[in-house]
């Protein structure tokens, strides 16, 4: 019985991204059903405009990921910056379960609080206005409610006008802020954290009311290689896929 349990983020799936969905492909069929779960914490795809888009590699993925399902590997999926427009009916096609946007688990005995991560970076205020506005049912209607293709030349002015707004911030601002994360930790009763969104794996020691704490931050896939936080029992490790 698989008692592995795996959380990746990041892939940012993708028509012009060709080797890392091969390479998310072959994990799905030879490292996945290993484990007992599967946790994609956010930005799976580069863009999600619609459950009702088929472009490649939409399609591709949703098959995978229901073979996976199928077979018996639980798969947990939390939205991030980029996909926060799927829906439910993406997450029916595929037999995985939607997360909110915090969701605490317990990992082996140890409650562990999940995110994509870009609730904690509370220093990007540009950001953080556009965010609450796009999470908002009547925003998100209007934007579904648009045909297809204007959506898809939209999420690519989208995209490049990010890569420029992206150039234009400093490092510090695109991270997490560390008030947020003691104090969110704080919220949620949990002395570990795992999270993607700002590209930088490693793990983080900090203190929370006295007590130490840990924070894991999952890297991004990348046309060289993917990575997989592997964890069990009391032990981790990281994967390069």
């Known amino acids: 019985m698989p008692q592995d349990i795996l959380f990746i983020s990041d892939l940012h799936l993708a028509l012009d991204k060709p080797e890392i969905t091969r390479r998310f492909v072959d994990f799905l069929q030879h490292r996945a059903p290993e484990a007992s779960a599967l946790y994609i914490l956010g930005?799976?795809?580069d863009a999600w405009i619609g459950d009702d888009d088929f472009t490649p590699p939409n399609s591709t993925i949703r098959k995978r990921l229901k073979h996976l399902t199928d077979s018996g590997t639980k798969?947990?999926?939390?939205?991030?910056?980029?996909?926060?427009?799927?829906?439910?009916?993406?997450c029916q096609e595929t037999g995985i379960t939607l997360l909110g946007d915090y969701a605490v688990i317990d990992l082996f005995g140890t409650p562990t609080l999940l995110t994509h991560g870009d609730l904690l970076c509370t220093d990007d205020l540009p950001y953080q206005t556009?965010?609450?506005k796009a999470r908002t049912l009547q925003w998100q209607q209007n934007v579904l409610s648009k045909p297809l293709l204007v959506r898809l030349l939209a999420a690519r002015w989208?995209?490049?006008?990010?890569?420029?707004?992206?150039?234009?911030?400093s490092q510090a601002i695109m991270d997490v802020n560390a008030d947020?994360?003691?104090?969110?930790?704080?919220e949620y009763a949990c002395l570990r954290l795992i999270h993607g969104h700002t590209h930088r794996p490693a793990v983080h020691d900090l203190s929370v009311d006295g007590q130490a704490a840990q924070r894991f931050v999952l890297a991004a896939w990348h046309k060289q290689a993917g990575e997989a936080l592997s964890w069990n029992g009391g032990a981790y490790r990281r994967e390069i896929i």
């Open 130 to 132: 556009f965010r609450a």
């Open 75 to 90: 798969v947990y999926l939390q939205v991030g910056n980029r996909d926060f427009l799927l829906g439910q009916r993406f």
């Open 180 to 186: 947020t994360v003691v104090n969110t930790l704080r």
């Open 43 to 45: 930005d799976l795809f």
């Open 158 to 169: 989208f995209r490049l006008r990010s890569f420029f707004h992206k150039r234009q911030k």
